[in-house]
């Protein structure tokens, strides 16, 4: 089945650096989403990249996509304490043709100190 | 800002009982699903339901479970008889079209912390 595993597992930070998260991905996708999760609370979607996309860009948030490498990256620039949390990349995925479901990979957890 | 609302945020429950987690989506979405994050693990889809029925379903989503939509606005989670290994967080989403036709995200709910004894 199709999974995003995000690299690295954690990444430790100051605040002010830019942090970078990758995602690997097994098999062709129509898109690819990040979500954020702070420790216990719900998904919050940052940003979805279309297939045909490279790049996209959100505030402070860069993602790009290469589906040749099948691979995703999440920049995120100037970062701050509050951008401390698990960040998830999802791809589509088919059980069936009736529809589509989210594959979500493992995280990467972030943490960003003052 | 419009949100999906899930209760209870923790329920515990003895092995063997019926759980019902309850979800209220965003109230213009059509699609709604149900996931669950095991502690440590990665979120796991279960079910996804569009039109007053399942549109597709995983193998975690066997006969123990069930979703209904008791009436215009809830949307629910029936575990019949939970057991130790259910034990997780639930989150409940929903979206507006379903993907990948418009590409749309899916907003979830904070999640109800399950915990099975």
């Known amino acids: 089945s199709q999974q995003g595993e995000e690299d690295p597992q954690a990444l430790s930070i100051q605040e002010g650096e830019n942090a970078t998260m990758n995602c690997s991905y097994k098999?062709?996708?129509?898109?690819l989403q990040w979500y954020r999760q702070n420790s216990g609370r719900g998904l919050v979607h940052l940003i979805l990249?279309?297939?045909?996309?490279r790049e996209k860009h959100s505030g402070r948030l860069r993602v790009t996509l290469d589906t040749s490498k099948k691979s995703s990256s999440l920049l995120i620039t100037a970062s701050r304490a509050a951008d401390t949390a698990s960040y998830f990349c999802?791809?589509?995925?088919?059980?069936?043709?009736?529809?589509?479901?989210?594959?979500f990979g493992k995280g990467t957890t972030l943490s960003v100190s003052s | 800002e419009p949100e999906v609302t899930q209760t209870p945020s923790h329920q515990v429950t003895q092995m063997g009982q019926e759980v019902i987690l309850r979800c209220v989506p965003i109230?213009?979405?059509?699609?709604f699903y149900w996931y669950r994050q095991i502690l440590g693990q990665k979120v796991e889809f279960l079910v996804s339901?569009?039109?007053?029925?399942?549109?597709?379903k995983s193998e975690i989503f066997d006969d123990q479970f069930s979703v209904e939509r008791p009436d215009g606005s809830n949307f629910t989670l029936k575990i019949r008889s939970t057991k130790l290994e259910d034990s997780a967080m639930y989150f409940c989403?929903?979206?507006?079209?379903?993907?990948?036709?418009?590409?749309?995200?899916?907003?979830f709910g904070q999640g109800t912390r399950l915990t099975v004894v």
């Open positions: 989403a929903s979206s507006e079209r379903h993907w990948p036709e418009l590409n749309t995200e899916a907003f």
């Open positions: 339901f569009y039109n007053n029925e399942i549109s597709e």
């Open positions: 098999t062709s996708i129509n898109n």
């Open positions: 990249i279309r297939s045909n996309e």
């Open positions: 999802a791809t589509d995925a088919s059980y069936t043709q009736a529809g589509t479901a989210l594959i």
């Open positions: 109230s213009n979405h059509l699609y």
